[in-house]
């Protein structure tokens, strides 16, 4: 018998007389609803107030234990109520239910065992986050980083000395944390190629098979536009030609030539269409370049270039799509341009885009508005000659170091302005000559001062039309080829996929009028020579010693991790091949079966390991930004007593209160001098006397 049995019989007298007459005597079991059935209808029970139960549902007073024998059942399994009676930001709301055995009513209830765990799985389900919190494995701390956009905090060197035991030396903390931030490097490169390995745009960039498709076909499309380039040369479309804003409609025939050849347009259409342009007649074309486009404003990484296409090629009209770099700080979203043919109902096709999801996910479509202004104009002091010269070594390079990047006009010295077997850098060099008039300046007494100009002076702009000849025939070149536009300073990616295959150029504006100084020449060819800096840059790769370092991976290593983890013993002399389920005495029968019966997986595995590499190698790598440091919080500005009498006020507006001296309180005139305070001066301050009131006179003093 239990403590608080035995103390509650002996303070209840009746319980052995309630016990009897209930045909139980005391060493029996009472049934489970004994004491809940003896208290009658209208009893004490009834006559309280309904309680209040702030733990939830079930009982809310004490009850008398059970006596010695009797098993407690165990307590119901609880359910989630339906999502649509939930508070919202609240835990799950729950409520009692009756659960049956599996059987029915008849059939036996589940072991305690059982009936414990699963009670105790459905109370963790309902506890807070904050209290039940499950393990974070790496991969979802890393996919948690990928989705904030930020890597995780790296602990500083204070919070890594915590780490440490208190013997360790300045040296030793200083060679430990250096290996904790690299071993912190290694985890956020793998965790990242693990998290975006098997993304498109991930793929087109280090996957080997991959990026080498993606090279052939920008290969193939820059000869085509080479070959292009050359034919409209020879048949002397550019002759006499000024790359001038005075030269635009002429400009906008030739780029829309160009882009109908792209589109490999019969060589009639392209004669009709050019002669009625050329007339002013662009009603009734047979053909034209321009096209309509959709815009997609978010296209999510898991979208594949390929899904999008066959969806789209439902739609009549359709050409092709182009798709851009992702954007690390909007969790790797892409932008895409949907081009159609210009009769198409570009309009209709994006209305019902907008209803469409795309592996769970929104396109964002819009319809794409066409180019205001293809020809667009630069300053005019560009004619300068000074800028010129400079103009033309800097074309020169960018072509000798992309005709080298892509294999044109190579030999076996190489490529560069010198060995470039490129007919436009034939003659170059006769231009980057300087020419000066030394000697006749020294004849004339007038002295040479090395050709140097001041540089506060301005001056007319000077033209040299063999210079803007040489010059422009350079940039039509970087433009139709490579897509350069020079005076923009810009590369546009990806044009032959654009709506627009050659969208804009820019000219030079009309020398007449303007002037120069020599200080602005100096700016403008430094601000040229910077913006070109990272196109002339050729790709390069870490060392072997910097990759070995972020944890490069051996090709070898990688296939005998792969060979041993197919390679499982099952017994003495009993080895299982888990790829095709056949057994070996030996592993090394596992080996040459593996070898041979499965080269297609090892070769996944070179290249596996040629992928991962490859990311590696890439000293611009994408990967995720560090999470910028906490803004510190804005100190309240303290206030005087002044401004709190006067809020709002600016404080150099607020007026101190001026303090009155003694004299000008007890009356007497500041400045005056010789008077002096006396006792017949009545003090302000003097106690105030209250007998002459009416109230005084009825009272007998005395």
């Known amino acids: 018998m239990s403590d608080d049995e035995r103390d509650y019989r002996r303070r209840e007298k009746f319980y052995s007389e309630r016990m009897e007459r209930g045909g139980y005597t005391a060493g029996d079991n009472p049934p489970p609803d004994f004491y809940r059935d003896y208290d009658p209808p209208g009893g004490w029970r009834d006559r309280l107030p309904p309680p209040v139960n702030l733990h939830g549902p079930g009982p809310m007073y004490r009850t008398p234990p059970p006596p010695r024998g009797y098993q407690v059942p165990p307590p119901p399994l609880r359910r989630d109520f339906p999502p649509s009676e939930r508070i919202p930001g609240g835990p799950p709301v729950l409520k009692r239910s009756r659960r049956l055995p599996e059987g029915g009513e008849d059939a036996a209830p589940p072991p305690p065992e059982r009936m414990k765990e699963e009670t105790d799985a459905a109370f963790r389900s309902a506890m807070p986050r904050k209290i039940a919190t499950p393990a974070v494995t790496a991969a979802a701390a890393a996919e948690k980083a990928d989705k904030d956009g930020y890597q995780p905090v790296m602990m500083s060197f204070k919070a890594f000395l915590e780490t440490q035991d208190d013997t360790i030396t300045d040296e030793e903390s200083l060679v430990k944390y250096a290996e904790y931030k690299l071993e912190f490097k290694r985890q956020q490169l793998n965790q990242f190629f693990v998290l975006h390995r098997d993304e498109e745009w991930f793929k087109v960039k280090y996957h080997p098979k991959n990026s080498q498709e993606i090279r052939d076909h920008n290969l193939g499309n820059l000869k085509k536009r080479l070959d292009i380039f050359g034919k409209l040369n020879e048949q002397g479309m550019f002759d006499a030609l000024e790359l001038t804003e005075e030269a635009e409609q002429r400009m906008i025939r030739i780029m829309d030539t160009f882009v109908l050849k792209l589109d490999d347009t019969d060589a009639a259409l392209i004669d009709e269409y050019i002669a009625k342009t050329s007339a002013g007649e662009e009603d009734d ?7 309509s486009s959709i815009f997609l404003r978010t296209l999510h990484p898991s979208v594949t270039k390929e899904e999008v296409e066959t969806v789209c090629r439902k739609y009549p009209g359709f050409l092709r799509i182009s798709i851009s770099d992702p954007v690390s700080d909007k969790n790797w979203m892409r932008k895409a341009w949907l081009t159609f043919k210009r009769n198409s109902k570009v309009k209709e096709i994006c209305f019902n885009l907008n209803n469409l999801r795309i592996n ?8 794409n508005k066409d180019l205001s202004k293809r020809i667009r104009s630069v300053p005019g002091f560009l004619n300068d000659r000074r800028v010129m010269k400079a103009d033309i070594s800097m074309a020169a390079k960018l072509i000798s170091t992309f005709d080298r990047r892509w294999g044109f006009w190579t030999s076996s010295e190489g490529s560069d302005i010198n ?73 546009y990616m990806n044009e032959d996929e654009m709506p ?26 430094s601000e040229t020579a910077a913006k070109f800096e990272s196109l002339l840059k ?37 080895w299982l091949c888990p790829l095709s389920g056949k057994k070996f005495k030996a592993p090394e029968y596992v080996r040459k079966h593996i070898f041979n019966k499965f080269s297609d997986k090892v070769t996944e595995v070179k290249v596996e390991t040629e992928y991962f590499n490859k990311y590696l190698r890439d000293p611009n790598r994408p990967e995720l930004p560090v999470p910028p440091p906490a803004k510190p919080r804005p100190k309240k500005p303290t206030t005087t007593a002044d401004e709190d009498k006067q809020p709002g006020a600016p404080r150099e507006l607020l007026v101190p209160k001026r303090r009155v001296p003694v004299k000008e309180r007890l009356g007497i005139p500041v400045g005056v001098a010789g008077i002096k305070v006396t006792h017949a001066t009545r003090d302000p301050r003097d106690i105030v006397d209250y007998s002459d009131i009416d109230l005084a006179n009825a009272f007998d003093i005395f």
């Not at 074309?285 to 321009?290: I, K």
């Not at 929104?362 to 319809?367: A, K, T, Y």
């Open 285 to 291: 074309l047979p053909v034209t370049p321009r096209t």
């Open 360 to 367: 769970d996910h929104e396109l964002g479509p819009v319809v």
């Open 419 to 491: 060995t470039s077997s490129n007919p436009l850098l034939r003659n170059v060099h006769d231009f980057l000559v300087e020419e000066v008039s030394a000697e006749e300046e020294e004849l004339l007494g007038q002295g040479f001062n090395g050709g140097s100009e001041d540089a506060e002076v301005a001056r007319p702009v000077d033209v040299d039309p063999q210079l803007a000849t040489a010059l422009d025939k350079l940039i039509l070149y970087l433009r139709f080829v490579y897509s350069i536009d020079f005076y923009n300073r810009t590369e």
């Open 500 to 525: 627009n295959k050659c969208g804009i150029f820019h000219l030079r504006g009309g020398p007449t009028g303007h002037k120069i100084r020599a200080d602005e020449i100096e700016r403008y060819n």
């Open 538 to 574: 050729n790709k390069t790769e870490l060392s072997d010693q910097e990759v070995h370092k972020l944890g490069v991976k051996s090709e070898q290593d990688e296939i005998e991790k792969f060979v041993l983890a197919n390679c499982q013993e099952l017994a003495k002399d009993k």
